[in-house]
């Protein structure tokens, strides 16, 4: 069965850093990919960043690149977002997604996280 459990979410001031984490069961790696989204109020989830479960491929939207770093620590069992030069509106409610497709379209991940918040103040 596959679990996806965020946390490390929370309210940071524009500039700094956080690190979200997505404690993942171990069946979750022989999925093909696994994915940070984000949703603000009214809006759909938007595509942040992927990775294939092999470590060796990962893609970033525009809005992140240079700044966000996804990983897994295959130790921990764990999907890793570093959010570095936090702006306002990086404000969003994260989720952790895994499924058997590499694609920057939510629709294409099967398992969902229940999303965690954060907050970047100006």
């Known amino acids: 069965q596959v679990q996806l459990v965020e946390s490390g979410g929370g309210l940071v001031q524009a500039g700094g850093s956080l690190r979200l984490s997505c404690a993942a069961s171990?069946?979750?790696?022989?999925?093909?990919?696994m994915a940070w989204f984000r949703q603000t109020p009214g809006e759909e989830r938007a595509f942040v960043a992927a990775?294939?479960?092999?470590?060796?491929?990962?893609t970033y939207a525009e809005s992140v690149k240079g700044r966000f770093t996804i990983s897994i620590d295959y130790a921990q069992d764990t999907v890793y977002l570093q959010m570095n030069s936090l702006k306002p509106d990086d404000t969003a409610v994260y989720y952790c997604?895994?499924?058997?497709?590499?694609?920057?379209?939510?629709?294409?991940?099967?398992?969902w996280g229940q999303g965690t918040q954060v907050t970047v103040s100006s």
């Open positions: 997604a895994a499924g058997n497709s590499y694609s920057t379209q939510a629709p294409r991940y099967n398992y």
């Open positions: 171990k069946r979750t790696f022989s999925l093909v990919a």
């Open positions: 990775i294939t479960s092999s470590g060796r491929t990962t």
